[in-house]
Structures are given as structure tokens and as C-alpha cells.
């Protein structure tokens, strides 16, 4: 499913308070949801260890003592369990709504990889494909979105297109687009 990571403040005053109920709240998606922070802060291994929050206190720091952003990534990616990795900050609440939003997007990247023909509402993760999906919103559309759907001939350009948005969107694809916007080679950009 889904592991989300992050890193804090220390856990003190106001900002301790907030930071625990947005980790309860990721806790709380979904039973396969992992959470790992990253971190020596003030009260985070006491934080993980009432929440069942998975620590790593370890992390390379430049010499200002700030935490390498880019190493956390890529030990986030080495370490979880799941498919999805999403960094979110440490004070951000997150709702059922999120997974119900990811597992949309997931699944549609699913069907386009086999090239079929796709039928949706109009959700927000799969409107920006409307040149590849058969977008309806009522009954009747969805009719009519059905039919064309199964008058769609083998050969037509949207299946590869289809196809081709599943490949640029998979793990692998965001994988590497995200360890070129992050330098993983160490450096810092």
C-alpha cells in the first residue's frame, strides 16, 4: 500500500502536540500504511515507540546539523515495504480521503498498461488523461461512454498512448524522475 515518512521538530510545546496528532492520523489510513521518521529530535523515539511508528534517528546532516533530504529518500525507498513512498511534512494531517485518492490513481495507471479501453468519472487523477479515457458524469453519458469504449478498434492510437502513460507513470519512471530532481549522487542542489 503505502509508506509515508518524514522528519521533525523536536516534540515540545504547541509544535509536539500537532506533530503527534498528524503521525496518529497517518497511523490511522490504512491498516498496511508503514510510517517512518527519520530523526534524534527531542521526544521523536518516544513518539515512535506509543504510536508504533517505525525510527531511524540516524541520519547524515551537513555541518550546520541539517538533515541530507535526499539521503532520507533514498533510505525511505530502501526500507519500505510498499509500492508508494510519500514524503509529508511532520505537521501535515492526513484523512482517509489521501489512500482513497492513491489507490484511484494506482488502479487507472493499472488499466492503461493493458492498453483497454478506460471509462471513469471525472476524478482529479484521471481528467488529465481525457485524451485516453471515456470521461462520463450521468447515466447517459456513461452509456455512451461504454459504447465508443467497445467500438474502440484494436489498432487505435489510444491504446499505445494508453500504454505509454502507464510506463511514464510508473514507480520505476517517478523513481528515477525524482532521484534526478534530488541529486542522489549526495550532492545537494
Known amino acids: 500500500m503505502l509508506t509515508i515518512f518524514s522528519t521533525p521538530k523536536p516534540f515540545l510545546g504547541h509544535a509536539g502536540i500537532i506533530q503527534r496528532n498528524a503521525l496518529r492520523s497517518w497511523t490511522l489510513l490504512h491498516p498496511g500504511a508503514e510510517v ?96 485516453i479515457v471515456y470521461i462520463a458524469d450521468t447515466a447517459r453519458e456513461f452509456v455512451r461512454a461504454i459504447e465508443a469504449a467497445l467500438a474502440e478498434p484494436l489498432t487505435s492510437p489510444k491504446r499505445r498512448l494508453r500504454i505509454e502513460a502507464a510506463r511514464d507513470h510508473s514507480t520505476e519512471a517517478l523513481g528515477a524522475r525524482l532521484e534526478e530532481t534530488l541529486n542522489f549522487d549526495g550532492q545537494t542542489s
Request: hydrophobic share 40%; with cysteine.
Open 36 to 131: 517512518i521518521l527519520f530523526g534524534n529530535e527531542e521526544g521523536a523515539a518516544e513518539v515512535c515507540q506509543e504510536l508504533g511508528i517505525r525510527h531511524e534517528p540516524d541520519v547524515r546532516r551537513n555541518e550546520n546539523g541539517t538533515k541530507y533530504l535526499n539521503c532520507m529518500f533514498e533510505r525511505a525507498y530502501e526500507m519500505s515495504r510498499n509500492k508508494f513512498l510519500c514524503y509529508v511534512n511532520c505537521d501535515i494531517m492526513l484523512i482517509s480521503d489521501f489512500c482513497e485518492a492513491l489507490q484511484v490513481t494506482s488502479k487507472a495507471h493499472d488499466y492503461f498498461l493493458s492498453g483497454i479501453p478506460v471509462v471513469s468519472t471525472p476524478v482529479l487523477s484521471v481528467v488529465e488523461f481525457s485524451d
